[in-house]
Structure formats: structure tokens, C-alpha cells
């Protein structure tokens, strides 16, 4: 089945560093690809998503872009704040369009000041 | 404003005493799903809705229940609460049932289970 993997914090930077967050895919077809952001005491938000190869993602600064040769969606920005702290969840869409998300375990990312 | 609410935020409770968490959702979305979050584990979907009346098992469905009698309100049944089911738990939904849609969370509910 479809699974989403992603690298494994906790992941500390200093502000204005440049943020990258590892997340690779498997799946049957050609799923959608998205980036979920869980600031502290929140639900998860939508952040950025891609529907389909080469397919770039962005917002507030952050960028993600749809490798099918190498299944990965990594999610970058050039220069951290401290109101970035969170968790950041990857996840992708089901083997069929009927069935559900399936979600990374999460990276929770630390800005300093 | 569009959301999805969930009541009560926190609640703390002994084991085998049933509680019911809330959901509800203004957007007139067909699908949604209720999560838990665990550290190191990610969300895990415990239970989905497609529609009204439409319910089925996700990956944890163990030890808790769901209905879908009205299109906004999915709530979430524990029969006989455990220790094992302390944990935070989402309430989402999405326009339809294509999961290239994105999802809509509510802000979560922490469970403690003594």
C-alpha cells in the first residue's frame, strides 16, 4: 500500500538559517502530495499542496516540489522566523481517489531567535 | 467563518466511563474522520465517514464507535475507555470523498484516561 516517509526530528535551526524537511513516497498511480503544519495547541492546516509530477507547491515562503523520479515532495524555505516553530506532517493521497490520506509521522521544527 | 469544532478540548477520566467527543463542521462536507495523534506515530485514522449514514473502519478502530445521523456531526463514542486511549484526537473533514481534496481539522482534543 501507499506509505509517506519523513525525516525524523526534532530539527533545530537558528532564524533567517535555510529549512529543508526530507519526505519521500510509495504508491500505486500518482497520488496528490501535500504538506500539513501543526502550530502549538492546533489542529494541522493545510500549508501547500501538488497534484501531479514537477508540480511546485508553495506558501508563506515555503516550496515544495513533486519528484516522481525520486518520490519525494521535500519541503523547503530560504529563511526561517521564529513563528515557523511547529509540526510540519507530509502526507499523500490514498491508491484510489475514494480512500483516505495517509500522513507522515511529523517533524517538529524548533526556530532560536 | 469555516471550521470544525470539537468539544471538550481536554477531559480527564477513569477507566470504563463512556464519553462522547463532538465534532462538527459548517461547510456541508460529505466526508469525515476522526484521528489520533501519538508521538513518533504520526495521525493514525480511527474511524471515516463517506456521507450520512456511511461509516467504516480506519487503521485503529479498536474500542471506539461513530455515527453520522446529519452531515455536520461526526462524534466520536468511547463504550469503555482505557488507559491505552489517552492520546490527542482530530476531527476532519474534506468537500468529498477524492482524497486529492485537502483536508479541514478542528483543533484537537486531549484525552487522559486514569
Known amino acids: 500500500g501507499n506509505s509517506v516517509t519523513q525525516m525524523e526530528g526534532p530539527v533545530t535551526l537558528s532564524e533567517e538559517a535555510f529549512l529543508t524537511i526530507n519526505c519521500t513516497y510509495t504508491?500505486?498511480?500518482?497520488?496528490?502530495l501535500f504538506w500539513y503544519v501543526q502550530y502549538p495547541g492546533e489542529g494541522l492546516q493545510l500549508l501547500l499542496k501538488?497534484?501531479?509530477?514537477?508540480d511546485k507547491g508553495s506558501n508563506k515562503g515555503f516550496e515544495a516540489t513533486y519528484r516522481k523520479e525520486t518520490t519525494s515532495f521535500h519541503l523547503e524555505k530560504g529563511s526561517v522566523q521564529v513563528s515557523d516553530s511547529a509540526v510540519y506532517f507530509c502526507?499523500?493521497?490514498?491508491?484510489?481517489?475514494?480512500?483516505?490520506?495517509?500522513f507522515g509521522s511529523g517533524t517538529r521544527l524548533s526556530i532560536r531567535p | 467563518e469555516a471550521q470544525v469544532t470539537q468539544n471538550p478540548r481536554y477531559l480527564i477520566t477513569v477507566t470504563g466511563k463512556k464519553l462522547t467527543v463532538t465534532c462538527s463542521q459548517n461547510?456541508?462536507?460529505?466526508?469525515m474522520s476522526w484521528y489520533r495523534q501519538d508521538p513518533g506515530l504520526g495521525l493514525r485514522q480511527i474511524y471515516y465517514?463517506?456521507?450520512?449514514?456511511?461509516?467504516d473502519k480506519g487503521d485503529v478502530p479498536e474500542g471506539y464507535k461513530v455515527s453520522r445521523k446529519e452531515k455536520r456531526n461526526f462524534p466520536l463514542i468511547l463504550e469503555s475507555p482505557s488507559p491505552n486511549q489517552t492520546s490527542l484526537y482530530f476531527c476532519?473533514?474534506?468537500?468529498?470523498?477524492?482524497?486529492?481534496?485537502?483536508?479541514?481539522f478542528g483543533d484537537g482534543t486531549r484525552l487522559s484516561i486514569l
Open positions: 504508491a500505486t498511480g500518482y497520488p496528490s
Open positions: 465517514s463517506m456521507n450520512v449514514e456511511v461509516t
Open positions: 461547510m456541508n462536507h460529505e466526508y
Open positions: 501538488a497534484t501531479k509530477a514537477d
Open positions: 476532519a473533514s474534506r468537500i468529498g470523498t477524492d482524497s486529492n481534496q485537502p483536508q479541514h
Open positions: 502526507a499523500s493521497s490514498g491508491y484510489s481517489s475514494a480512500s483516505k490520506i495517509i
